[in-house]
């Protein structure tokens, strides 16, 4: 059975609350030219790996990956998508999620995004007095508690951010079950730490002035408050980190053309 699309996107089932079966891409991301000595420099500067790592490690192992990736006959669509790789370790102690985005991922963001649009702001928005340090958790099934475990150790992977555009986030949480696996390799939804590792080494991934891009819902991740989601946006030409409602009404969540979620796949180096 055909699992994605010539973009790269999930095919949705009956059981999945999507805006369109097929996605008009009103919102879309473009392909980021790949430099990975530019990217093991941002990793390294916002101290996201050991200085230590070679350029020749890093990009042999990425590209290795994506060969797998592109030779799996289950997920060989997944590589027309867009897709970046990073480098992550979490050498940090602190194992509070909330703490480890507020200490380290949105300050890098911060940084790495100024640094390159010096004109323009990065902000993090945090709606109804929400907390993030001790009140973000992994979501069930997104095997997303392995990806935060082997982080420790050091990963390489890669982020495909428009694999499950326009699906709500409960179809989103739904799907990691229903993908098989690949030898050697590990998947999980994405999160704060991937993606947030993905654009602190490609900081103008949602800054287009030609196209609207999607907002990247870190679907892999879960508040104490299941109204509220985390998600990352350019508003502009800026970027900004929300910790906002995804509910309609008291009882309904929203589905939206905007939203979209990824998939990471990755392994240790």
């Not at 949480?173 to 602190?200: N, T, Y």
């Amino acid at each position: 059975m055909k699992l994605f699309d010539d973009f790269g996107r999930r095919l949705p089932s009956k059981d999945d609350r999507v805006f369109n079966d097929k996605p008009s891409f009103y919102y879309k991301l473009n392909q980021p030219k790949i430099d990975y000595n530019l990217i093991l420099q941002k990793a390294k500067k916002y101290n996201l790996c050991s200085k230590d790592l070679s350029l020749s490690t890093f990009e042999s192992k990425a590209k290795t990956l994506l060969e797998q990736l592109k030779k799996n006959n289950d997920y060989a669509q997944i590589t027309s998508g867009v897709h970046i790789p990073f480098i992550y370790h979490n050498s940090n102690e602190n194992t509070d999620i909330g703490a480890n985005l507020e200490d380290q991922i949105l300050p890098a963001l911060k940084d790495s995004f100024t640094e390159k649009f010096p004109d323009a702001h990065f902000k993090a928005v945090l709606q109804s007095d929400s907390v993030l340090r001790n009140n973000v958790s992994v979501s069930p099934d997104s095997g997303y508690d392995v990806f935060l475990k082997e982080s420790t150790k050091g990963v390489i992977g890669w982020y495909f951010p428009q694999v499950f555009q326009e699906f709500d986030i409960d179809s989103q949480r739904s799907q990691l079950i229903k993908l098989p696996e690949i030898s050697d390799i590990k998947i999980c939804l994405s999160g704060g730490m991937d993606i947030g590792a993905a654009v602190i080494s490609t900081p103008d991934l949602l800054i287009d002035k030609n196209n609207y891009t999607p907002i990247l819902c870190m679907s892999g991740l879960m508040h104490s408050d299941e109204r509220l989601i985390l998600i990352l946006k350019a508003y502009g030409p800026h970027m900004e980190f929300w910790c906002m409602t995804q509910m309609l009404s008291k009882h309904t969540t929203q589905v939206s053309e905007q939203w979209t979620g990824g998939l990471t796949f990755y392994y240790n180096f």
